[in-house]
């Protein structure tokens, strides 16, 4: 199995993409100093330039998949919505608009999906799993030892992040992965910019008081 889902993953067939997505650069831009913004690469893609969404697809896939990660119990399922995710990302690229983040919307695409997965469950919440087992989304092969401690950290971090009521896990992981503002955090939960702050104060307080127990 490979130590890195989120990398291995195919991406939609819609979307055939050359080999080494990790490095791709849109080809006009490639002298830039600095690496195009997710903006200028979703209007480069909804142009039909495939290279772009090559780019936003490496720059987003690992934060995604650890968002996913971090609000499921069941490593193979985060895999399926990752996937899911993307699937609605090009089938709904073009109801995208430049005033839109792409970050923003690319993880409302996340929320309502796992919105759907919690409706279909309804009142069947997935069994807790051993928390080791998600941490081989962050493995680094390359170096054994600096994945040993990141997997022991990793795993002490999901089990707290399991014990916090959903809202405020949700809203940190938005904020540590999405790195979204206060305000997209609301518009794609559904409350105000200060409920999002009380959120994230109150999970942050709950994690510092459990990961130094």
């Known amino acids: 199995m490979s130590t890195c889902p989120a990398a291995a993953l195919p991406l939609p067939a819609a ?8 490095r791709a650069r849109v080809p ?6 600095d690496p195009p913004g997710d903006e200028i690469l979703m209007q480069a893609w909804a142009a039909g ?19 996913l990660l971090g609000q499921l119990h069941d490593r193979a399922l985060a895999e399926e919505l990752f996937q899911d995710v993307w699937q ?7 109801g995208w608009r430049p005033d839109a983040p792409f970050a923003a919307w ?38 054994p030892e600096r994945h040993a401690s990141r997997s022991q950290q990793a795993a002490r971090l999901y089990r707290a992040l399991d014990e916090l009521p959903a809202e405020q896990r949700e809203a940190l992981l938005l904020r540590l992965h999405g790195e979204l503002p206060l ?3 609301g518009r794609i939960t559904g409350v105000g910019r200060e409920t999002v702050k009380s959120r994230l104060r109150y ?3 709950r994690l510092r008081g459990r990961l130094q127990a």
Do not use: C
């Open 28 to 33: 006009h831009m490639e002298q830039a100093v």
């Open 183 to 185: 305000e997209e955090i």
């Open 49 to 67: 330039d495939v290279a772009a969404f090559e780019a936003l697809y490496a720059r987003h896939r690992l934060p995604l998949f650890r968002f």
């Open 106 to 143: 690319l993880y409302r695409i996340a929320h309502n999906r796992l919105a759907d997965h919690w409706r279909a469950l309804k009142h069947r919440p997935p069994a807790p799993a051993d928390a080791d087992e998600r941490t081989t989304a962050l493995a680094d092969p390359d170096d």
């Open 203 to 205: 999970a942050m307080d």
């Open 15 to 22: 979307v055939p993409l050359a080999s080494g997505a990790g």
């Open 88 to 94: 609605r990302v090009v089938a709904a690229r073009d």
